[in-house]
């Protein structure tokens, strides 16, 4: 293949294909495919609230780019790609949401007036690596016994594309045969590998078999391989790239420091503990030796004053043969 093809997970590049007006059907059938929308459920419009592309001079900032669109079933979506685990992402989702969600309210309107806010976040990495192996989440507010909806107003939907390769490596034969309806636009997104500069021929493949039936497919892909042969694109892409890679070594350095950081902190506290638990096994050492010996004087006197080694043993219920050997070393002279 020497077709070059830009990697549509670099956030400009997925903006120009899915987030510009001259591209509007392919965003629609990007869109309805990813939400499962079907007959009256399917979207048939939407407007662009974001239209702005990236600029030569904002590379390298962390500026916004997501799509984000006003639909024809009077719902706003935004989707936002990430390539680089930041951490924080279930609250950056929340409080994007809930900007969108209440922006749609104008002063002197009622609640009832407010629209369904729909938030796609399409990851390179597994956002609950713990709670789940699907590639494909939705989430909505749910009454914790009783699971009704609290307001279908709220909907987040996530996709992660490291776990869609893996599922597709995995089980290519079977997601093949019955493939989701999203799932030759994750290829889409997947195909490129930006580390390496390099798409894999498979995956394209199977991609350009899906585009003979599927025109919005087939669409996308040209306008994909025309965008990536654009010249500023390319020098945009090249700094994007520089970018990230210098946003992934901070993030290392980062979390190297904070592991040394934590290293030492470790062993400071270690010790301190360590000098803490040694001081109180000294003193509970001191404690017990101090009441053995305070309890062989008492043996010994009674002793002493001729009192039996049993009825020592029965008084202070001390051992027999401890008291006999005590007896023994009086006699010795001890």
Do not use: C
């Not at 951490?87 to 809930?98: A, F, G, I, K, N």
């Not at 806010?117 to 713990?130: C, G, K, R, T």
């Not at 709670?131 to 609290?150: A, M, P």
Request: aromatic share 10%; hydrophobic share 35%; net charge negative.
């Amino acid at each position: 293949m020497t077709t070059e093809y830009l990697d549509l997970k670099m956030d400009f590049m997925f903006k120009q294909l899915f987030g510009h007006p001259s591209r509007k059907k392919i965003t629609i059938a990007f869109l309805n495919d990813l939400l499962h929308r079907q007959g009256r459920d399917r979207i048939t419009d939407v407007q662009y609230e974001n239209t702005e592309l990236i600029k030569a001079e904002q590379v390298g900032k962390t500026s916004r780019l997501d799509v984000l669109v006003y639909t024809s079933n009077d719902e706003r979506i935004n989707v936002e790609i990430q390539m680089v685990d930041q951490h924080d992402m279930p609250e950056r989702v929340l409080y994007y949401w809930s900007k969108l969600f209440s922006s749609s309210l104008q002063s002197g309107q009622n609640y009832s007036e407010l629209v369904p806010a729909i938030m796609i976040s399409i990851l390179n990495y597994p956002l609950f690596p713990h709670e789940t192996d699907s590639f494909h989440n939705v989430f909505h507010l749910y009454e914790d016994n009783e699971h009704f909806i609290w307001s279908p107003h709220l909907e987040f939907h996530t996709f992660d594309l490291s776990q869609f390769m893996v599922k597709w490596k995995k089980y290519r034969r079977e997601m093949k045969a019955k493939p989701s309806a999203e799932y030759p636009w994750l290829m889409m997104l997947s195909a490129a590998d930006y580390r390496k500069k390099t798409i894999d021929t498979n995956i394209f493949h199977e991609l350009e078999g899906f585009a003979m039936n599927e025109q919005e497919v087939r669409e996308a892909i040209k306008e994909w391989e025309s965008l990536s042969a654009n010249q500023e694109n390319k020098v945009l892409y090249e700094a994007r790239l520089k970018y990230l890679r210098d946003q992934l070594s901070n993030i290392m350095g980062e979390r190297r420091a904070g592991r040394e950081e934590g290293r030492e902190e470790g062993i400071k506290e270690g010790i301190k503990e360590g000098i803490k638990e040694g001081v109180k096994k000294g003193v509970n050492k001191g404690i017990k030796e101090g009441i053995q010996k305070e309890r062989e004087a008492v043996i010994r006197k009674m002793l002493s004053n001729g009192t039996a080694p049993d009825t020592i043993a029965n008084m202070l219920d001390y051992p027999l043969e401890e008291i006999k050997k005590i007896q023994r070393e009086i006699e010795n002279g001890k």
